[in-house]
């Protein structure tokens, strides 16, 4: 019994040594592997300057292939002038690259846009690289055939980003891209940036991002829509007077149609209007305005109405959003019905005629103007959604939570119904600040002074 106690003994000393052996080993195996992991480096690795990074993506469609892809590429080389064409033959693919200041444009014909970059990296030095893409540009001509191959083809890709902004160029999107240029910046994706924010001090037009824009695509509440953009050529030059004025009196600029000369050749106005993946119509500059405040996306803008009592004079307000809008949505005998109240304030900004509007018997003249001119750009804009199928407005929204369940919601098919909805819509607005002067007095000519 001692020997096979002994034995025993010897047996547990030893697989306990190899136990604590093994438990001080795996830390240092552990350390080994790191350490060789760290070894190999990073061998698939590319710096900075083995790239070329695009800013903005222009789509059209294509004339020895599907499409045309535009891509704008800084120089990394300070600011030149000049030109540089690249071609690349082949079957169906065509590369042109077009220099101009400190970025280069490059256009390739091609079925899909990687397609294109495999292209393209066949006559560049660098790898194109889309991480940084700011804006993709989708000309109006494809958009009015469909946009859904185009968004495929791209929002599958690791590099595109969703943040990116959705565009739709009136004429050709390649040329739109060109124009592109910075004019106040030296760096392009500044430019980018802050042309996209114009829209929180403007309401201009409409800014979408590429994932906002596949949601609404995809969704069964709204219909999509997004900024609507133009080269602008105008020269300053007489035009029919009549016609520019009434277009001055309705707030109702459209893409490329504003009288603006020098400055950057291109801009933004507007809205894009779709029925599915295809472009069905837009909104003015006021159109677009009155969307973004039922979208709650509104934030501040001019506004300028005829004087209420002086027709060819003119009174500008720098109106903001009081409140959230209230809507509600409701389905009576199988038709929506909709109310929509918006809360204003407003600073006035601009008074052309000697009217004291500063007083308490005066100013709700104005405010009814204002309130009377927002009204019926709304009611306006809504039947023109309606008539176009398109619920912008996001109406789907309220309107779902009348349905129990999300299949009977489907059933439904609510953009197929929002052209049968009654909507019947409120504004109050409100004159909070009459800017620095607190009293309009008339001009006292000579003899009105004697007297």
Known sequence: MGTADQKRRVQSRACAGALYLLTKAIPVLLACCLACASLCACYDAKEIDNWAYVYAIGVDKGVADAFRFTVQIPTAKGSQSGSNDHTASGSQNTSVGTQKENFVVITVDCPTLYAGVNMVNTSVSRTLNYMHAKIVVISEELAKEGVSTVINSIRRAREIRRTMHMVVAKGEASKFIKEFSPMLEASIPKVQESMMDQEKGTGLFDEITLGCFINDLKSTKSQPSCALAALNHYTGEKTDALALKQVRESGDYYAGEAPISGGNAFEFLGT?????????????????????????????????????????????????????????????????????????????????????????????????????????????????????????????TKAARNFPTIQSWEDYNWNTHFKEAQVTTDIEFTLRRMGTVMRTNPVKTVEEQDE
């Open 272 to 396: 894009a209007l779709f029925n599915g993946d295809k472009m069905v119509g837009e909104l003015g500059a006021d159109e677009t305005r009155v969307m973004l405040m039922v979208k709650n996306d509104f934030q501040t803008g001019a506004i300028t109405i005829q004087d209420p009592t002086y027709e060819d004079l003119f009174v500008t307000a720098m109106v903001m959003v009081h409140r959230s809008p209230e809507i509600k949505a409701s389905i009576v005998d199988g038709k929506p019905v909709i109310r929509v109240r918006l809360y204003l304030e407003a600073d006035l900004v601009s008074l052309q005629s000697d009217v004291n509007y500063e007083t308490e018997s005066l100013k709700p003249i104005l405010e009814e103007a204002f309130r009377s001119y927002l009204t019926e750009k709304l009611d306006h804009t809504i039947s023109k959604c309606q008539a176009l199928d398109c619920d912008a407005f996001g109406f789907g």
